[in-house]
C-alpha cells in the first residue's frame, strides 16, 4: 500500500468540496485525487441511453485512473462515493491497493429504500431540488450535535446540496437504487480497509460500519464521536486523524 495515490469519492447529493476540510494536511502527506461524480458538480451528465447504474461512475472512475496513467491506488468514499468505490472493486480489484469506507455500506437496498431513491428521483426531475431537498436531507445527512452547534457547517452542507442539478440528483438516486450487493467482492479484497462512521449516523449507524469491517479481510473501525452521515463535513479533524494514522 506504500506509496499509492489516495482517490476520495464524494457523498450524494453534494460534490468533491465535501473533502475541502481534510484536503490540505492529507495531501501533504500522500497525492490525492477528489473527481466529482458525473452529474454532479462539475462533471456532466453524460448521455448514454442506459439505466443509471453505478457501474458507469465506477468506469468514470477507472477511466480517470487511466488518464492519470495510476496503475493502482487507495481508493475510498462517502455514501454514495463508497458505494462507487465498491462498484469499481467488483469491475477491477487489481487497480485498488487499500479500501477507505466512509458511513455506507455493502449491502443493497431493501425495496423500501429503493422505492423513496426513485421517488426522489421523480420529484427532482418534475420540480427541481430548490425549496425541498436540502430541508428533507440535512437532518438525515448531520447529527444533532452538528445541526445544533455548527451552524457554519450546516450552511456549507445546504449551499453543497442546493447547487446540485436535478437531473443529476435523479441520475444518483435511480444508480444507488439499482446497485447490487458487494459484500462477496468486499470480502474477497485481500487489502488493507479503513471503515470510518460517525457515532449519530442514522444512515449507515456504527453496527452497519461494524459489520461492514467484519466483512472485510484486513478491516480498521474508527467511530468519530458526536458526527452523523457527512464525518468529512462534520468531523474534518477526526477523519483526516484517522486517515494519517492508517495511511503507510
Not at 458507469?56 to 468514499?77: F, M, Q, S, T, Y
Not at 484486513?218 to 463535513?233: F, I, N, R, S
Request: proline letters at 8%; one cysteine or more; a negative charge.
Amino acid at each position: 500500500m506504500a506509496e499509492l495515490p489516495l482517490v476520495l469519492l464524494h457523498a450524494y447529493p453534494v460534490d468533491a468540496r465535501m473533502w475541502n476540510g481534510v484536503r490540505e494536511p492529507l495531501a501533504a502527506r500522500t497525492r490525492l485525487i477528489t473527481p466529482d461524480q458525473r452529474g454532479l458538480g462539475r462533471s456532466p451528465l453524460p448521455e448514454t441511453g442506459r439505466e443509471p447504474s453505478l457501474d458507469d461512475a465506477a468506469r468514470d472512475v477507472l477511466a480517470l485512473l487511466d488518464k492519470l496513467e495510476l496503475d493502482r491506488v487507495i481508493l475510498g468514499g462517502c455514501s454514495m462515493g463508497g458505494y462507487v468505490t465498491l462498484a469499481v472493486l467488483r469491475a477491477a480489484p487489481e487497480r485498488v491497493g487499500g479500501l477507505v469506507l466512509i458511513d455506507t455500506k455493502a449491502t443493497a437496498d431493501t425495496e423500501e429504500a429503493r422505492g423513496r431513491r426513485l421517488a426522489v428521483a421523480e420529484r427532482a426531475e418534475s420540480e427541481g431540488i430548490t425549496g425541498w431537498l436540502a430541508d428533507t436531507m440535512l437532518p438525515t445527512l448531520l447529527s444533532e450535535a452538528t445541526r445544533s452547534g455548527k451552524p457554519e457547517v450546516v450552511e456549507t452542507a445546504r449551499q453543497l446540496i442546493e447547487s446540485q442539478s436535478p437531473e443529476g440528483v435523479a441520475w444518483a438516486q435511480r444508480a444507488m437504487a439499482a446497485r447490487p450487493d458487494s459484500r462477496d467482492a468486499l470480502r474477497g479484497a485481500d487489502v488493507p480497509t479503513l471503515v470510518l462512521v460517525g457515532e449519530q449516523d442514522p444512515v449507515t449507524p456504527p453496527d452497519a460500519a461494524r459489520e461492514l469491517a467484519d466483512t472485510a479481510p484486513d478491516a480498521k473501525l474508527v467511530v468519530l464521536p458526536g458526527a452523523g452521515h457527512l464525518t468529512p463535513l462534520e468531523d474534518p479533524q477526526g477523519v483526516t486523524a484517522a486517515l494519517l494514522d492508517w495511511l503507510p
